[in-house]
């Protein structure tokens, strides 16, 4: 195998990272009418930090024309919403030269695999590093958090969810979950009566009020401990969940003597940032370069919002 073979195999596995992975970001993004947003971007450090004006709280007063004294001043403020960066990588994957030419293979052909296989591997990553996230924040936070594990899972329970956020209630555009409550909640829509909804050809496509489903099986929708049989549902608003890929993709492919056959190998890394509306990463509990543990720990989640209304969405705990 020449040189010029190796960068040739090279250059082709990064295009074909890029190409598959901007595709998935597309169509994804139009699925999710916008509340889980992955997109690429290019920032600086551990942390993204955007500052905003806070909600002045008892801006008007009653004011006494008769009465004298001093009133309590207000303080104009900022709030900062933390984004924190993401890394990750592969391990390293065996590709002999060998293994191509025994079989009179272009080596190209491995890279194009490797390639589409990582882009595949890396959003359903995003994906779930999100919603461990999303689940964190939003458990961590009683006023738009609701256990509706005790009964059957239907329509209704996402109803009861959704009164959490009251009179902006609207604002919530979508519901994801797993697959179980999915069927869970078609199951009791088939048995209805009383045919109040009208389901089309036998499929539940959004809860009466629009909001379409996303069904995935992401292990970040079940609540492994202390009930592996209850999952969460969340209902974002848009942009509720941020995932943004930093345009630092990085290979390396080493090539080795010394055994029975030359050794090849192939490895990456990469960073994104992740973040939740509403809630900053803490900086000083969660710390640089997160791991999923630390991302799905509550408590380096911090509410900014002045309301819950302003912030990502509901969580529901369902059976």
């Keep these: 195998m020449a040189l010029s073979d190796l960068a040739v195999f090279s250059?082709?596995?990064?295009?074909?990272?890029?190409?598959?992975?901007?595709?998935?970001?597309?169509?994804f993004n139009q699925a999710s009418g916008g509340a889980i947003l992955l997109r690429s971007a290019a920032h600086v450090g551990d942390f993204s930090d955007v500052a905003s004006?806070?909600?002045?709280?008892?801006?008007?007063?009653?004011?006494?024309?008769?009465?004298?004294?001093?009133?309590?001043?207000?303080?104009?403020?900022h709030l900062v919403d933390t984004m924190v960066k993401v890394a990750a990588g592969t391990p390293p994957v065996n590709?002999?030269?060998?293994?191509?030419?025994?079989?009179?293979?272009?080596?190209?052909?491995g890279g194009?695999?490797?390639?589409?296989?990582?882009?595949?591997?890396?959003?359903?990553d995003m994906l779930n590093t999100a919603l461990i996230a999303y689940v964190a924040a939003?458990?961590?936070n009683a006023g738009v958090f609701t256990d509706l594990s005790a009964n059957d899972t239907t329509l209704a329970t996402l109803n009861s969810g959704a009164r959490k956020f009251g009179d902006r209630a609207e604002s919530l555009s979508v519901w994801a979950m797993h697959s179980t409550t999915a069927f869970d909640i078609w199951g009791a829509a088939l048995a209805n009566t009383n045919a109040l909804f009208s389901f089309g050809t036998v499929n539940v496509r959004t809860d009466g009020f629009g909001r379409p489903f996303i069904v995935t099986d992401s292990p970040s929708l079940i609540d492994t401990a202390p009930n592996p049989d209850k999952h969460y549902v969340a209902g974002l608003v848009p942009g509720a969940i941020r995932v943004e890929m930093n345009s630092d993709f990085d290979q390396n492919i080493e090539t080795s003597n010394g055994g029975e056959n030359i050794a090849r190998s192939i490895q990456s890394e990469w960073t994104y940032e992740l973040g939740i509306k509403g809630y900053a990463w803490d900086k000083?509990?969660?710390g640089k370069s997160p791991n999923d543990a630390a991302i799905g720990t509550g408590t380096n989640w911090d509410k900014y919002a002045t309301s819950d209304k302003d912030t990502a969405g509901v969580l529901l705990l369902v059976k």
């Design 112 to 124: 194009a695999v490797y390639g589409q296989q990582l882009a595949v591997a890396t959003l359903a």
């Design 11 to 27: 250059e082709y596995t990064y295009s074909a990272l890029t190409e598959v992975l901007d595709q998935q970001i597309n169509l």
């Design 53 to 77: 004006w806070a909600l002045i709280q008892g801006l008007v007063r009653r004011r006494n024309v008769y009465g004298t004294g001093s009133v309590a001043a207000k303080e104009l403020e």
């Design 284 to 286: 000083a509990n969660g």
């Design 138 to 140: 939003t458990r961590n």
């Design 95 to 109: 590709m002999p030269p060998s293994m191509f030419t025994w079989i009179q293979r272009n080596p190209e052909e």
